[in-house]
Structure formats: C-alpha cells, structure tokens
C-alpha cells in the first residue's frame, strides 16, 4: 500500500500498486510508452470527446486511499489539488487529502479579495493571500485548521457522503454532535465549525471543506476585516457566521488526531453509501499515504504552484469594481465634503475621479497611480494627498472643468 514514483529515461510515472496492479497517470494504446504532456493533453481532449456514459463501478471494486500532503504552503497544496483533479483516474479509486497551511486567507474563485479581508494589512502581518479554483467564501487557515478534499468521479460526487464522513468521525472519536445545516456547512452547537466549496468537472470533481479545530479565532477575525469603504462589486460575498473551534467543546481535539480520525472513518466507510464495513472494510483498502507535493512526484505543479501564487491569479482575477470613500478638504472658513471614487479592473486603478456634494460630476485626479494595482494602502495614499487639497482649490478645478 504505497505511492511510488519511478523515474527512467523516457517516462514518470505515478504507480498506484495493488494486488500487482499498476495505474498510469496517461498512456496511449500500444504503444507502450506515456506521450509527451502535449500530446497526452490532445489524446485526453479526444478521449474525452468521445466519451460515453462511464459504466458504474461496483462499489466492492472501488479502492481508497488518504493522501497527507507534507507542505503546509497554500500555493503548494492548492497546486497539488488541482494537479490530482487535472491528472488522476478515480473512476476505481477514490481519494482523501488532507492539508493543512500556514497562516493565510483563501478567499473563492469568483471573489473580490478588497471586500473580504484588508490585503494591505495581511501583507504587514505575514498572512498569505491565496485564491482557490473553486467558489465559495473566504476562509481563514492556520495550522489548526485541517483541510479535506474528496476526490471522486463526477458521477459519483457526493457532498453530503463527504460532510456525514467528517460528523461522524467527530462523534466516534470525542462524542461531539455535529450537524450539517442547510448550507451544508458543519455547525457544532449553532457555530460554525465547517465550510465547504466544490469543484465539478469531467471526468473529475472534488469537495472540499475546512475543519476548524484549534485554529487562532484571534487573528481569523482580523485577518477578514476589510477596509471601511463602500465597494460596489458583483463579486460573490461571503455570508458571516459565527465559528466555534473543535477545541472550545473538548479540550482534548487536536490536529494529528483530527487527521486520524477523519482519514480512519473515509476509509471503513463504503465507497458510495455511509455504511460502516469496520476494520474488515479498512484493510480492504490502500490506507494513508504521505506525499510529498514536489516536481519529483508531480511532474507540472511547480507551474501550477508558479500560477496559483502570480498576481495576476490571486489579485488580477478579481472581477472589476468600484470603491468610494468620503473625503472632507479644509478651507477658509468652509469645509467641502467630497467622495473618492476609484473604478478598478484586472486589479488595476483606471478612473480616478472626485464626486461633488450634491452631484453627479466626477472631477478626473491625476495621480501616478493611475493604472498601478489597487490596494488599501494606495487608496489611503491617495486621499491623504487630497486632504492637502483646501475647497478653494478645488473649486477652481472645478469652475475650469465646468
């Protein structure tokens, strides 16, 4: 029961052994030896064109494996999850990963990163910002916060197996009662101890959820405060609730044993049905399994870790929007209460512009920002240097625009 990776002059492969069994990652018909990448892709596109309704696999003939990756890097173990979602056959065997990461924010796929943290304030604290390729909302990981992703066939995805696997294994280790609410997030007592998010694809999918088991409820409600400004965006936005830790209802949870417990309850569980088949379903199948995210063992993740860790994936993907922020310029014996407004597409700020009082005219700024990334601390830049600005100046800008 063991991932081993061979490497030769023509070929790595990943080698999932069983019974003497041995998967490829790709392969082409007689010809004995996997094409290079290029090809393999165009054989898979091919492949998958002309696919037909996948028969069902009996369960009896469905192996499982829990896979722990050793990095606890958010790019690295977002690269490993995509390249097992990109490049693996679970048509007969299912996989666990469970993960966890250093301090940092993951916020979903269709996210704006300015709504839902201050990313100018991570930054000063040495919090990461990453951005999945699955939605949902935003989430705090430190390492007493453990990830699970359930890899499956699409046919055969199931988020409720998944989320059911997790309470249970709650309730056999501690006896805590755990339930999945109508969001199908884990709520322990009313709180929220679990979300989720799903990636489905073909032929793969995966779901993912966070277990919250001992992880800093200090720095996690810090870390998702954003900056006090009105954005307009249509970016989807995460819905606040209130957490618990596993730890706050027994003091004795802790992460390894999390990752235990979770892993032992997927792998006595039947593939597709929440029947518990014991330590006879246990050793039937492939067990846990250390692996090290490397370019070694997964030849193409250092480019999707180099993807996943780029400006232009975490910040520049971020759908356009529109900040606004009061601002009050001094004069001689009269104040002018104006609004910022900043338009921000691909992560960079295009229109610059004041709002008037009791107007719909928008004064262009000129700034050499203008075209340069958004973030808090530019924003804030450049209202500290209007502030410098008093209301007869302005008046003039705008009696000369006029």
Not at 79 to 89: Q, V
Not at 94 to 116: K, M, S, Y
Not at 121 to 127: A, F, K, N, S, Y
Request: net charge positive; hydrophobic share 35%; proline share 5%.
């Amino acid at each position: 029961m063991s991932v081993l990776l061979r490497r030769n002059s023509s070929q790595l492969r990943l080698l999932l052994s069983s019974g003497g069994q041995v998967t490829r990652l790709a392969s082409t018909e007689g010809s004995g030896q996997p094409p290079a990448p290029a090809v393999a892709k165009q054989e898979a596109k091919k492949a998958q064109s002309k696919r037909q309704p996948p028969p069902v696999v009996p369960d009896s003939e469905i192996k499982k494996s829990v896979f722990i990756s050793q990095s606890s890097d958010v790019f690295t173990n977002l690269a490993l999850e995509d390249w097992l979602y990109k490049n693996f056959d679970f048509s007969h065997h299912h996989v666990l990963l469970l993960w966890a990461n250093d301090p940092c924010v993951v916020i979903g796929r269709h996210q704006n990163p300015f709504t839902e943290a201050n990313v100018s304030r991570l930054v000063e604290r040495g919090i990461t910002l990453a951005r999945r390729n699955s939605g949902g909302g935003a989430v705090y990981h430190d390492l007493g916060n453990l990830n699970c992703t359930f890899f499956s066939p699409r046919e055969r995805y199931d988020r409720k197996y998944n989320l059911n696997i997790v309470t249970r294994a709650l309730f056999r280790e501690w006896a805590i009662k755990a339930e999945i609410n109508e969001r199908d997030d884990i709520v322990v007592m009313n709180k929220k101890i679990s979300g989720t998010a799903a990636k489905l694809g073909q032929p793969n999918s995966y779901h993912h959820c966070t277990i919250l088991a001992s992880a800093n409820k200090l720095h996690l409600g810090e870390s998702l405060v954003r900056e006090k400004a009105n954005y307009i965006s249509r970016a989807t936005a995460s819905v606040p609730s209130p957490i618990r830790n596993l730890v706050d209802v027994n003091r004795t949870v802790n992460v390894a044993q999390l990752r235990s417990a979770v892993g032992y309850e997927y792998l006595r569980t039947a593939a597709t049905t929440l029947e518990d088949g014991g330590s006879a379903q246990t050793m039937k199948q492939r067990g846990f399994q250390l692996i090290n995210p490397t370019e070694k063992w997964f030849p193409g993740i250092e480019e999707l870790r180099a993807n996943y860790s780029s400006w232009d994936w975490v910040i520049g993907k971020t759908p356009s929007f529109t900040v606004e922020k009061d601002l009050e310029v001094k004069g001689h014996g009269e104040d002018m209460k104006l609004k910022l407004s900043v338009e921000v597409e691909g992560g960079l700020m295009k229109e610059i512009g004041l709002q008037l009082p009791q107007s719909e005219q928008l004064v262009p700024v000129v700034t050499p920002l203008q075209g340069k990334p958004y973030n808090e601390e530019n924003l804030n830049g450049i209202l500290g240097a209007l502030k410098l600005v008093n209301a007869s100046n302005v008046k003039q800008a705008i009696n000369g625009t006029a």
